[in-house]
């Protein structure tokens, strides 16, 4: 069994990358309040495809902000269905190239069909909002662990004991992140997708109390998984890049928290949304390395040679 035509493998890296800006691309917008400055679908307004007038401040309620992510974000959808259909036809690669794509498209469309709402000044119960969220997260770490599938193609599923503390802390940051959303009061920044701090506005006097308490032992919780992989990953040698990159960005998320409940500042509001981004598809590329193995060449049955779809027509 041969590996994978690498035309498949740079679709699905696409699709993973256009995935990781779509869910950096919409925290932004949530960070900036930029989500309800355009007011249309698809054009910004209702005769123009691109925002008019001027931008008062650059992070802050840019209808530009919105429009790159909706372009950015429109495009995780297509990448993720071609990746699908493409996955369909490797029949000889692993499962997981053959079925996540399909996750991804479905997760993309929610969090269009949502965030096209929002746009258009829908207001949704906190649990769509959670939906959206969870389903744009689902689409990231779908087509990160099927493009490391397909990378490794003849795979096995074998996750180590790295990959289990990753998945781990994926798993507490995926539940902090939408109990953010029931604690989050009207236009709180705690509904975006950051860190914990402790009644960042008033507002949140106005969320859920229980949220609000459940999202810092999850932060605990996610924090010393990701000390543990990182010590795991050192002691056997194991991503040795994005063990360092994780615990980086893990530092920065704290000690924005801390530096935004010290000073209250609203100026961190951007860098902190998007190292919380950044941390989660960082501990995907761990967790997928370490639970999809390329087949010992011992265990390689040779099997027909895997062509491009397109070839096996000649
Ligand atoms: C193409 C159509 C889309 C439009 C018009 C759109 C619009 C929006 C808007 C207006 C927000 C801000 C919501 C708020 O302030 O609470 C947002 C947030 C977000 N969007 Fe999109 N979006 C689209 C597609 C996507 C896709 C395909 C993904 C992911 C695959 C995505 C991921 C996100 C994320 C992660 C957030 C941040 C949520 C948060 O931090 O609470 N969006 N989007």
Same mark, same amino acid.
């Given at each position: 069994m041969a590996s994978a035509p690498r035309s498949a493998v740079h679709l699905f890296r696409a699709a993973a990358v256009f995935a990781l800006l779509a869910n950096i691309g919409g925290s932004i917008v949530a960070a900036t309040h930029s #989500?309800?400055?355009? @007011?249309?679908?698809? @054009?910004? +307004?209702a005769d123009a495809l691109l925002p008019g007038g001027v931008v008062n401040e650059l992070l802050y309620r840019n209808p530009w902000i919105e429009m790159a992510h909706r372009t950015s974000a429109v495009l995780s959808g297509p990448t993720a269905l071609a990746s699908a259909i493409v996955g369909l036809r490797l029949r000889q690669a692993h499962p997981l190239v053959r079925v996540l794509p399909w996750f991804a498209v479905v997760g993309a469309f929610i969090a269009g069909f949502v965030g096209r709402g929002i746009v258009l000044g829908e207001s949704y119960p906190t649990w769509v909002g959670a939906l959206d969220l969870g389903a744009a997260q689902v689409t990231m770490a779908s087509m990160v662990v099927a493009a490391i599938a397909l990378e490794r193609t003849p795979a096995h599923w074998a996750p180590t004991r790295l990959a289990l503390y990753a998945w781990s802390a994926l798993g507490s940051l995926f539940a902090m992140h939408l109990a953010g959303l029931w604690a989050a009061g009207p236009n709180s920044y705690t509904r975006v997708v950051s860190w914990p701090v402790w009644r960042?506005? !008033?507002? !949140?006097?106005? #969320?859920s109390l229980a949220a609000q308490w459940l999202r810092f032992p999850l932060a605990a919780l996610a924090a010393v998984l990701i000390v543990l992989a990182f010590r795991q990953a050192r002691a056997t040698g194991e991503a040795s890049v994005t063990r360092v990159v994780a615990l980086a960005l893990m530092a920065v998320c704290l000690a924005s928290g801390a530096i935004i409940a010290v000073s =209250? +500042? !609203?100026?961190?509001g951007v860098p902190f949304a998007v190292s919380s981004v950044c941390l989660l598809f960082t501990l995907l590329l761990i967790a997928g390395r370490a639970s999809v193995h390329a087949l010992p060449q011992d265990e390689?049955?040779? =099997?027909p040679r895997m062509e491009a779809p397109a070839a096996r027509a000649s």
């Open positions: #989500g309800f400055e355009c @007011g249309n679908w698809p @054009g910004c +307004t960042i506005l !008033d507002a !949140d006097l106005h #969320g =209250g +500042t !609203d100026a961190l390689v049955k040779s =099997g």
